[in-house]
């Protein structure tokens, strides 16, 4: 008999739960559209600090040939960025916390598009590529636990 009264109960919780989420101003609507809104700038900044590091493997040796780097300069570059990316994102957490999600994707966006443009203007040598891949490790950083608080 108590396991019918729980079961009854525990299905009355879900219905008043269910009726809660879809009758609560704009939750059902909304939740189409900003899962697109959400989905594209967080797509753009996965693969946006992510390529770098792979894309710096994959032609390593043209670039090796075309700059004079060596393996261990690239090696570096790479290591930088996912070590400031590992970094960045225990701190960036508490941060970004305080200061709102959005803000935080906007600032890794910003860092993001001028390391990134940085390395594809700018560099020809290895210290500033390095920097570079850096900052790209710091927008991966800020970004993650970012998107990770509108979900």
Do not use: N
């Not at 879900?14 to 939740?31: E, I, N, Q, V, Y």
């Not at 994959?58 to 090696?75: C, K, M, N, P, Y």
């Amino acid at each position: 008999m108590r396991a019918e009264t729980q079961e009854s109960a525990c299905a009355g919780h879900l219905r008043a739960s269910c009726t809660s989420l879809t009758s609560s101003k704009g939750a059902t609507p909304d939740a189409p559209s900003s899962a697109r809104r959400i989905t594209l700038p967080a797509t753009g900044l996965l693969l946006g600090s992510t390529l770098p590091q792979y894309l710096i493997g994959a032609v390593a040796v043209s670039i090796r040939q075309d700059f004079g780097f060596t393996s261990a300069e690239l090696g570096l570059a790479v290591g930088a960025s996912f070590g400031t990316a590992a970094i960045v994102t225990q701190l960036a957490g508490r941060v970004i916390d305080r200061v709102g999600a959005l803000t935080g994707i906007r600032l890794s966006i910003a860092v993001l598009v001028a390391s990134v443009l940085t390395i594809a203007t700018v560099v020809e040598a290895a210290a500033p590529l390095i920097i570079c891949m850096a900052g790209v490790g710091l927008a991966a950083g800020i970004g993650s636990p970012s998107f990770a608080g509108l979900v």
